[in-house]
């Protein structure tokens, strides 16, 4: 038996994700093409879901910035201020009713 893949609403993907796609990369192939801070070896690929995901902010030095701009084929103006999915505004919230607008006593 096969498993679909699970399609992800386009809103939601994060801007990582759709960068090293674009760039045909697998989170494993992305990492291994970006140094660890001592040089001696490179990320790993749950470092990389853990960006994506939101469950971790990447502190990176100039030369993972580097390598991260070369491997994704962008420059650093391109990269997004924030690796993992979009976070949901007010406005959404107001939308769904998690946030009632008030009321003026006009």
């Not at 992305?30 to 801070?37: F, G, S, T, V």
């Not at 990447?58 to 979009?86: M, Y």
Request: proline letters at 8%; a neutral charge; aromatic letters at 2%.
């Amino acid at each position: 038996m096969s498993k679909k893949k699970q399609t992800q609403d386009p809103e939601k993907i994060p801007a990582l994700q759709i960068l090293r796609e674009a760039a045909g990369l697998t989170q494993s192939a992305l990492a291994r093409q970006i140094p660890d801070k001592s040089r001696t070896k490179t990320l790993s690929q749950k470092a990389i879901s853990n960006w994506e995901t939101g469950k971790d902010e990447p502190e990176l030095t100039v030369p993972q910035i580097k390598a991260l701009c070369k491997a994704l084929g962008v420059s650093i103006d391109q990269l997004p201020d924030d690796f993992g999915p979009p976070k949901p505004s007010i406005a959404d919230d107001v939308e769904k009713g998690h946030v009632h607008q008030k009321q003026s006593d006009g």
